[in-house]
């Protein structure tokens, strides 16, 4: 038997202004209270709409997402359209990952009977007049109370700054959790064979330096035997000279021996 799981808030009258909605029980921070939830419109459907309560023409439902498009609370909505605003919140709006939805969320401890509220936050593209600050006043009584809903422009820089932040220390988590995740056996496997490869690798290449060096030796080797053969030729061919000279030499000392002889007969 599936049983229903009880809900973290409740709905009834506020201090602040009309219904609020409250803490049923202890509620964590972190905690996904409920859904914005409610009918999609684009920004010209929405600015064409008339107010819900023409006593209170400025009084809105309204919950823009960064897709583009804005949740209409007040058509298709739940308790979440109840939730006050206030300068100094307990709960924000968490987007999911495409910006189609939006969720509201403690932002600390929050005890059971404290009413939730959140930051509007309204976005106004007209010029910010003092006027504008009173149609959209705030009675949250808040020590930080800017006195309006508008989200004025240092709010709006302030924001950004924060988001920015966010998504930094998101990005070091995963990071850090990288660092942290053991390298798993596959990944392991192919840096083995990339290393194995990159060590045959510079053995083949290692292998066709001493090659190359065993090859180069070789012909000085051949070289120096060619040279030294060389030498002896040459030597030789001098020793073989010098005997022919010493040959003839002799030849013509016997010749003129013998014609000096030759000569004493007659």
């Not at 939830?37 to 010209?44: D, M, N, S, Y």
């Not at 023409?57 to 006050?84: C, E, M, Y």
């Not at 950004?160 to 966010?166: G, I, P």
Request: net charge positive.
């Amino acid at each position: 038997m599936v049983t229903q799981r009880q809900p973290w808030h409740v709905v009834k009258p506020s201090k602040l202004h009309g219904n609020g909605v409250f803490a049923l029980r202890d509620i964590p921070a972190g905690t996904r209270i409920l859904q914005y939830a409610g009918k999609r419109l684009t920004p010209e459907q929405a600015d064409a709409l008339f107010p819900v309560n023409p006593d209170e023409p400025f009084h809105t439902f309204f919950f823009a997402l960064s897709n583009g498009k804005i949740v209409d609370g007040g058509q298709g909505g739940n308790d979440s359209r109840w939730i006050n605003h206030s300068c100094a919140p307990n709960c924000e709006g968490h987007e999911n990952v495409d910006g189609s939805r939006v969720f509201i969320v403690a932002m600390r401890d929050i005890p059971a009977g404290e009413e939730l509220l959140y930051d509007y936050s309204l976005v106004i593209d007209d010029e910010i007049t003092e006027e504008l600050k009173q149609n959209y006043r705030c009675l949250c009584g808040a020590a930080q109370c800017r006195g309006t809903m508008i989200a004025l422009q240092s709010d709006r820089s302030q924001a950004v700054a924060d988001e920015l932040r966010e998504v930094a220390a998101e990005l070091d988590a995963e990071m850090e959790q990288a660092r942290k995740t053991p390298v798993s056996s596959k990944q392991k496997t192919a840096d083995l064979k990339a290393t194995a490869n990159k060590q045959a690798e510079k053995g083949e290449s290692d292998q066709d330096k001493d090659e190359d060096t065993d090859d180069d030796n070789e012909s000085a080797r051949s070289k120096d035997k060619k040279d030294k053969k060389g030498k002896k030729k040459k030597k030789d061919k001098a020793k073989n000279k010098d005997k022919n000279k010493d040959k003839k030499a002799s030849k013509k000392d016997k010749e003129g021996k013998k014609g000096k002889k030759d000569r004493k007969k007659e």
